[in-house]
């Protein structure tokens, strides 16, 4: 995987393409390519390890043009990155292929593929799927029925733009377990792994079924099904505006989405609640009938989304008197949990294309537990199409790959989630009053909390030079330790690890010396003076403490005592406040240590294999 794009069109579709991968650039990836064919140059190709404007400067210096076109950014699976490795794969100089996925039996159809005679030049699973194709056209098929025919012998997952030397006015896509999008221009059509990547040149999208195969001629577009037969797929219009991925003034995406919280909490709260309860219907018409009859709730996400989770358990629990289990995505499609029907199953995917996640929920569905309800950002993504139910977080784009704003809008639609169902439980008025007040708040709050930014700029110096940090919470903020932890390794490639206050006593303080910073989330709750006598243990051992508190919770510093105070909140939606000074700490630390912030290494945005 990562990124796919490609085009049909009676113009040079190079430019095209090339702007398409710098929209998804923020995916993550290690190497660029593109490949474009014609009646008069045949099959061209370009191909760099590095970035895409290294792919750039080579196209600078080539007379690489033509009308049909695909092209790509990697993210290793199969094979190291290497110009090599990197997309389009061509096979004989007449077929061209990008691929997102993983083909499962690529070692079987690699020893088939070589005792046929055929050559590999890279270590990638993806070339096998080239040659197949090639040499379902050597037997007399056309590119169309080549591709078809290949996908009955791979297994796993994928997303396909082929064009051929022999064709040349003709893209073919398709789709398994992968997702990819079919643009529709003026007399032109595309095709992308997200639409953002064709905005430039069109609001109007198709989204592929799994199983789908698209045939796209200039401005014929046909598409079949799994089964052969040809059907129509729906035309949506993108709401998004081809500027969204705009950074402005910030110097990093990351930083950007950190300070649109505020706005996009508002956002996702809007049309939601009123000043005192939580609207019906807000996940649909038929929620109210799905949520009166539920015992018990499943939450299932990956990363950052799994956090998310962890916090919305606390809430179920405590607020709508709920049973709630999380689980990592995939772990789960591979366990045998005990099924059962009155079990409400909330997938967690900012994408909505997380292919853990997805799994998850079609094995969920499988083993007899009830509904599901999917808690994503992009309208238009999988997990909206398969769920249940669903409910928008409304973030909007999201382009750095350490997630911020989507995380903390996953937080506000669980805990929308949570008044909704408790509502059918036995929620009080009252209390659902006091946690809908807090959310009106939360924006407001949030904006007082990045004013610490100066603040936590300057104690991020004390971090640049740390190879170790250990992060401590407690309660509902045991979560928000975890995602700290996360933010900086992530960013900063400092090793963090979060555990609860109270275990450090059965392992974590061996670690705790002068040289590892501990990072403390201290609100005013009922954990607090527990946590204070947790964190004695860290200052009896010469640990240097950097302690997020309320102003109310009467830290003192001293010589290894930094105390960072964070604007007072109401209990319930303190984990969101909380979560954005540490997503400060790690931003300021990673600019320090020179990082790329906004495309860490070795990581993608949207993780579509397994």
């Not at 537990?369 to 994503?376: D, T």
């Not at 949030?446 to 930014?453: P, R, V």
């Not at 992060?471 to 979060?498: C, D, N, Q, T, W």
Request: proline share 4%.
């Amino acid at each position: 995987m990562c990124g796919i794009v490609g085009a049909v069109a009676e113009r040079n579709v190079v430019p095209i393409l090339m702007e398409g991968l710098r929209r998804l650039e923020y995916r993550g990836y290690d190497s660029a390519g593109i490949a474009v064919s014609g009646p008069r140059q045949g099959l061209s190709r370009e191909r760099t390890q590095g970035k895409v404007a290294d792919l750039a400067k080579l196209l600078a210096d080539s007379s690489l043009q033509g009308c049909v076109g695909i092209a790509h950014t990697r993210w290793a699976t199969h094979g190291v990155p290497s110009v090599s490795n990197a997309h389009p794969h061509v096979c004989h100089g007449s077929i061209a292929i990008v691929h997102n996925g993983i083909i499962e039996n690529h070692a079987v159809l690699r020893a088939e593929q070589s005792k046929r005679g055929y050559k590999f030049t890279s270590d990638t699973d993806t070339e096998v799927v080239v040659h197949q194709i090639h040499r379902y056209t050597t037997q007399g098929l056309d590119l169309l029925a080549a591709v078809q025919a290949s996908s009955g012998d791979l297994e796993g997952a994928y997303a396909l733009g082929v064009i051929s030397k022999e064709e040349p006015g003709r893209l073919i896509a398709a789709r398994r377990g992968s997702p990819l999008v079919i643009g529709i221009g003026v007399g032109e059509h595309f095709i992308a792994s997200d639409i953002s990547a064709l905005l430039p040149v069109t609001h109007r999208f198709i989204i592929l079924e799994d199983g789908d195969f698209a045939d796209l001629k200039g401005i014929e577009l046909r598409i079949y099904d799994a089964s052969g037969a040809l059907v129509e797929r729906p035309v949506t219009e993108s709401q998004l505006s081809a500027d969204a991925a705009d950074r402005g003034s910030y110097r990093h995406y990351m930083l950007k989405e950190i300070h649109e919280q505020p706005h996009a909490i508002a956002d996702t709260l809007e049309g939601r609640i009123t000043e005192a309860c939580l609207l019906e219907g807000i996940c649909g018409p038929d929620a109210p009938a799905i949520f009166e009859r539920i015992r018990a709730i499943k939450i299932i996400a990956c990363g950052t989304s799994f956090h998310a989770g962890l916090i919305a358990q606390h809430w179920f629990e405590t607020l709508a008197k709920m049973p709630c289990s999380v689980e990592v995505a995939s772990e789960f499609r591979y366990r045998e949990p005990v099924a059962s029907a009155d079990t409400l199953i909330v997938i967690i995917s900012q994408s909505g294309e997380t292919a853990d996640s997805l799994a998850a929920l079609y094995g969920a569905r499988e083993r007899g537990f009830g509904p599901s309800l999917g808690i994503v950002n992009v309208p238009e993504s999988s997990l909206v199409r398969e769920a249940d139910l669903v409910l928008m977080t409304r973030a909007g784009t999201e382009i750095g790959v350490a997630s911020t704003k989507a995380f903390t809008t996953q937080l506000v639609a669980l805990l929308l989630l949570v008044l909704a169902i408790g509502k059918h439980h036995g929620l009080k008025p009252e209390l659902e009053a006091a946690v809908v007040a807090e959310l009106r708040d939360l924006p407001g709050r949030c904006g007082k909390a990045l004013a610490l930014d100066r603040k936590i700029r300057e104690l991020a110096e004390a971090f640049a030079d740390k190879e170790h940090a250990l992060f401590l919470g407690r309660g509902l903020h045991y979560p928000v330790a975890m995602e700290g932890a996360l933010k900086l390794k992530e960013i900063s490639y400092i090793h963090a690890e979060a555990y609860p206050a109270g275990e450090l006593k059965h392992g974590p303080l061996a670690l705790v010396d002068a040289e590892m910073p501990v990072v403390a989330v201290a609100p005013n709750d009922a954990l607090l003076e527990k946590l204070k006598s947790n964190l004695e243990e860290v200052r009896a051992r010469g640990g240097q403490l950097y302690v997020f508190a309320d102003a109310k919770a009467e830290f003192v510093a001293t010589d290894n005592v930094s105390v960072m105070n964070v604007p007072s909140v109401g209990e319930t939606v303190a984990p969101i406040l909380y979560t954005i000074p540490l997503q400060l700490l790690a931003y300021h630390v990673a600019v320090l240590k020179g990082t790329d912030v906004d495309q860490p290494r070795n990581l993608a945005k949207s993780v579509t294999v397994e």
